[in-house]
């Protein structure tokens, strides 16, 4: 497979009145065609950064570097504004986590639809419109072509959803990121949602990052899971490396702390991670984790950990501890 | 001891839609015909979709909104909502979102304090200490007090959002969705601080979520509810493991446990629970 999307050591640093916040302190990851990445984190962990750097859509005061950030060939960082925006909606596109703020309520749907792809392609207004309501009904939309009259307030959460997935898929781009797409949606009508999307990237062989904070649905629809804590990736691997054999202790901490039915016994104390998120102001000094975690050692606090592999192969951790102990074991 | 803590009698609640000045205008039934009971010291889960009345129900209960027909009971009595300070006293809220439930402008200190004031329980001297042992009681440090909601962050705003609905001492707390704005480690915590609470105190929860891990580890019994009914109630086994409505057996495979290699469920057309309620 071949890497689509290839990103080395990634800094977003925002000025703030107390300091420079450094949100995202250094990630790598590469994406391949075809293939579903999960970023898992809880808030302020600079997964939303991540995917706003990815597309360029980063605040006129934030400060972005990379060593590389490529997309198929193509370094990202030196291209010009306009350059930008040819890749920005045709070869990337993003599905925003509140399907109610991200269409605009004055236009109607076919409107919004077409607009990327008549901009993009040449392709006149009705070809523009028969790909609209093609897609709208593989994403689930019924009377697509009565629709694309229609406002977005006229439509329910879940189908504003199907119709911000449908935009995405417009012109057919080689990567999508969707940032917690499900977070604002019932839960029934999340897993149709995640079938969807999981359908449509297989069937048009679409590269995806799927951002989230839910392990639930990390589990049930990644190829490669990245989980992030404090701006940096503290461990990645396949979903089901990660799942049967996490390492990193916060990983072990957020899977948990979820009450599972049939495995968590109902009514006993959970096991939560005490604490809370350190400040991104300022300079971290060792490893971002330790106050919270109840193996962390003298060590832990003078040097910053780096990501190393556990298994000699693509299962990484930032802990040396953990690592040490997984590997003895085994 | 009353049989019930809290008890719903046919509790409906209908808004009437005008379509325009002259047109006839439409019923909206957001609760329909509800009836619950729930034992002193139990917790009853609320599920359902959004939209679905959980929360008209919860502003009933809080008597914050009178019903079109049916009633509420409190220890089998009727409420009376002329009295809202003798019906605070019995029974308080949580909020989802403890980010816009607390007044920005005032200290922690004052805001777990004002149902105090409100009342006119104690003097200052015993109402600063009843702040302090609730504090302690929640897991709030004592530093925080003098703090404003601003500088706290999610968990620890939850944390007084507690402290101020059990400062009265109520029977009954109704919490909408208590732990849905938090993070999943943070969730835990306040998880855990309910448990503790409830058996230390032998509170009465109504419980409402659309998380049913969470539900489920929680509560003794689940009413579940689609478009303004119930459409089905038991103890928590009963409903987990033999759910009988459609909308529930749909609700419970829509549960996305973190277990690789499972997929993702199939459900069937969401016609098939609309016709079945």
Not at chain 1, 60 to 65: G, Y
Not at chain 2, 110 to 128: F, T
Request: proline residues 6%.
């Amino acid at each position: 497979m071949s890497v689509l999307l290839d990103v080395k050591n990634l800094q977003v640093d925002l000025p703030t009145a107390n300091g420079m916040l450094h949100a995202v302190r250094g990630i790598d990851f590469q994406v391949n065609r075809g293939e579903m990445l999960c970023i898992v984190g809880e808030s302020g962990c600079g997964k939303s950064m991540t995917s706003m750097a990815l597309m360029g859509l980063l605040p006129k005061r934030a400060q972005c570097t990379a060593e590389r950030m490529a997309f198929d060939g193509t370094d990202l960082l030196t291209l010009s504004k306009k350059e930008r925006n040819q890749i920005r909606g045709m070869r990337m596109s993003m599905i925003f986590q509140e399907p109610m703020t991200s269409l605009n309520p004055s236009y109607t749907l076919g409107n919004q639809l077409c607009e990327g792809i008549l901009k993009h392609k040449k392709i006149s207004r009705s070809e523009a419109r028969e790909r609209a309501i093609y897609l709208l009904e593989r994403a689930g939309v019924p009377y697509a072509a009565e629709r694309l009259e229609q406002y977005p307030h006229q439509l329910s959460g879940g189908l504003r959803q199907r119709v911000m997935i449908a935009m995405a898929l417009m012109c057919e781009p080689d990567l999508i990121i969707a940032d917690e797409p499900t977070t604002a949606l019932d839960v029934t009508i999340q897993a149709q949602i995640l079938r969807l999307i999981r359908e449509l990237q297989q069937e048009f062989g679409t590269a995806v990052i799927f951002i989230t904070h839910d392990l639930g649905v990390v589990a049930r629809i990644a190829d490669w899971v990245a989980v992030m804590y404090a701006g940096q990736v503290v461990e990645t691997a396949s979903a089901r490396q990660l799942f049967s054999s996490p390492v990193h202790p916060y990983t072990q901490g957020l899977l948990n702390c979820i009450p599972v039915p049939g495995r968590t016994a109902p009514g006993s104390h959970l096991q939560a991670i005490p604490g809370v998120v350190p400040s991104l102001v300022g300079e971290l000094q060792g490893c971002a984790f330790r106050n919270r975690c109840d193996r962390a050692s003298t060590e832990c606090t003078r040097s910053q950990p780096q990501l190393i592999s556990v298994d000699g192969g693509q299962h990484q951790v930032r802990c040396p501890v953990m690592t040490q102990q997984w590997q003895e074991a085994v | 001891m009353p049989d019930f803590a809290l008890e719903l009698c046919g509790l409906s609640r209908y808004f009437q839609l005008k379509k325009g000045l002259f047109k006839p205008a439409t019923v909206l039934k957001a609760v329909n015909n509800v009836s619950l009971r729930i034992p002193p010291g139990q917790t009853l889960g609320l599920v359902g979709e959004s939209g679905c009345g959980k929360s008209t129900l919860a502003k009933m209960i809080l008597g914050l909104l009178p019903p079109s027909e049916g009633d509420v009971l409190i220890n089998d009595k009727a409420i009376d909502l002329s009295d809202r300070l003798a019906l605070a006293r019995q029974i308080q809220p949580i909020f989802q979102d403890p980010y816009s439930s607390l007044n920005p402008r005032k200290t922690i200190e004052q805001i777990i304090r004002l149902p105090l004031q409100l009342h006119g329980v104690g003097d200052a001297a015993s109402q600063r200490r009843a702040v302090k042992d609730i504090s302690d009681l929640v897991g709030l440090p004592e530093r925080l007090l003098r703090q404003y909601p601003g500088q706290l962050s999610g968990g620890q705003r939850q944390r007084v959002a507690i402290a101020r609905a059990l400062i009265l001492k109520p029977a009954i707390l109704v919490c909408d969705e208590p732990t849905s704005a938090l993070d999943v480690s943070v969730q835990a915590q306040i998880l855990n601080l309910l448990l503790d609470l409830k058996q230390e105190l032998g509170l009465t929860y109504l419980f409402i979520s659309h998380n049913l891990g969470v539900v489920e580890h929680l509560v003794d019994k689940v009413a579940v509810m689609y478009r303004g009914q119930i459409v089905e109630q038991g103890d928590r086994d009963a409903i987990f493991h033999h759910a009988q409505h459609p909308y529930t057996q749909a609700l419970l495979s829509s549960v996305l446990t973190p277990e690789p290699g499972l997929g993702l469920p199939e459900l069937p057309d969401s016609s098939q629970w609309a016709q079945a309620s």
